[in-house]
């Protein structure tokens, strides 16, 4: 039987439960701000964190850019997004994220899931966002100082979820060349064939918003 993402974590609704906050935090139409700039609450020591120092200006969230010079989180040294095969080997993928800054022993996220229903159009075929739980409180405002120390802990990691999605997505897409997946971009000619590939984006590294998803390689 094929595994999904959800039989190994807790998924969060699309919908922040019953809170209303400016944005949601599985909205994965809308990408997370870069920067050290927040809107909701933060308590001076959850993890260290505190107040941003210097320059308001400097430090206030940005948005992505399309610019790849731009694109660069001025903030922090790390960052960005990468484009993998469908078959990373797990040291790599290990060296990769210690490479992005990603804290891949953390647990304490909040994960989201989303599913394409035309994946030729959308780019995608599944998406999952990772958000910790300070990103949750500082930058979506959808945790209170109390509701942030009690937050619970998921049962695997961050770099564990990764490396658990991917393992997932091959199991529904198959490995080399996969005709489910070319059929699922409509290829009845076989005018092409496919294989499956991933995305890793950093989106917000200071407070922790990570999206990985699965997508076609076209041959």
Do not use: C
């Not at 969230?61 to 610019?67: E, G, K, P, Q």
């Not at 647990?107 to 394409?116: I, R």
């Amino acid at each position: 039987m094929t595994e999904s993402i959800a039989d190994w974590v807790r998924i969060s609704p699309a919908d922040w439960y019953a809170k209303s906050v400016p944005v949601q935090p599985g909205d994965l139409r809308r990408f997370a701000p870069m920067g050290r700039g927040r809107i909701g609450p933060l308590p001076a020591d959850p993890e260290e964190f505190g107040l941003a120092p210097g320059n308001p200006d400097l430090f206030s969230l940005t948005a992505h850019h399309s610019h790849p010079l731009l694109n660069a989180p001025i903030t922090e040294p790390t960052g960005g997004t990468l484009y993998l095969d469908g078959e990373p080997q797990a040291d790599d993928l290990a060296a990769a994220l210690r490479l992005l800054g990603v804290p891949a022993d953390a647990s304490d996220y909040a994960a989201f899931l989303s599913h394409a229903k035309k994946p030729a159009e959308e780019r995608y075929l599944t998406q999952l966002r990772i958000v910790r739980r300070v990103a949750l409180a500082a930058l979506y405002d959808a945790l209170s100082e109390p509701e942030l120390r009690t937050f619970p802990r998921q049962s695997l990691t961050v770099g564990a979820l990764i490396a658990k999605f991917i393992e997932t997505e091959q199991q529904s897409w198959g490995t080399g060349l996969s005709p489910k997946l070319s059929e699922r971009f409509g290829n009845s000619g076989q005018r092409f064939q496919a294989t499956l590939a991933f995305g890793l984006m950093i989106e917000n590294a200071f407070y922790g918003v990570y999206r990985l998803w699965s997508r076609a390689w076209l041959l």
